[in-house]
């Protein structure tokens, strides 16, 4: 690897880590039931859906939900997500690629906007909590991208250059936090976005979380 050789990776958690597309989905029409949706399927949620989530709302609604709608979809989607997702489990691979970046001496994070009282938890259930430098969840509101999540998760990681740091997710709003802060980011298909939407962030988008780490190694020498 080159001098700017990539050291770090800021793992995404929802989607990324954890394969909980099934809970989200569930969640999702359990919300849209409280205000008389239909119901949504797989593709096109993967199709439709953006951070902020309102957003994701209006694309379905023709307009922003009302304070009142949100507050009720809000509480809907996570009391029924949080249900199902113990026992979502990692995605194909994820612990293994975990390991192996940690026995070649390089370091990795977790990012997310779960909120962080449920994702550390979850976290320490899968057993991986050791692999990661640093934890980060949500602790403000949850119709906000990640941006901002991302520049304090950044800063808590004293000493490691952000041109150094490649953020893996599976959504363009991940992408839009890693260039944020200056690092670069690979996009994985196997969460809330289609490929083709993926693809409207200019970044590399893969199939599989070894090839996320494959791309990540093969920008060391760009």
């Not at 949080?82 to 979502?88: G, H, M, N, R, V």
């Not at 909590?129 to 941006?147: C, H, I, L, P, W």
Request: net charge negative.
């Amino acid at each position: 690897m080159g001098k700017n050789h990539v050291t770090h990776l800021v793992w995404d958690w929802n989607g990324t880590l954890l394969h909980d597309i099934d809970a989200v989905i569930s969640a999702t029409n359990a919300s849209f039931q409280e205000i008389g949706l239909p119901p949504i399927t797989l593709e096109r949620y993967r199709d439709l859906y953006c951070v902020p989530v309102p957003r994701f709302y209006e694309r379905l609604l023709g307009r922003l939900p009302t304070d009142d709608e949100w507050a009720v979809m809000d509480e809907t989607f996570h009391r029924h997500y949080w249900a199902l997702a113990e026992s979502a489990g990692l995605a194909i691979g994820a612990r293994q690629l975990l390991v192996e970046w940690q026995e070649a001496g390089l370091t990795q994070s977790l990012c997310s906007l779960a909120p962080h009282e449920y994702l550390l938890p979850l976290v320490r259930t899968h057993g991986i909590e050791r692999f990661f430098v640093r934890v980060d969840g949500r602790v403000g509101q949850s119709n906000t991208g990640k941006a901002e999540q991302m520049m304090r998760h950044i800063a808590a990681l004293e000493g490691v250059p952000t041109r150094r740091m490649v953020v893996i997710g599976d959504a363009v709003d991940d992408a839009v936090a890693a260039r944020h802060v200056g690092a670069r980011a690979v996009l994985y298909t196997g969460g809330s976005h289609s490929r083709a939407s993926l693809e409207a962030a200019g970044v590399p988008v893969v199939d599989t979380l070894e090839e996320a780490v494959r791309e990540a190694e093969r920008m060391a020498d760009e």
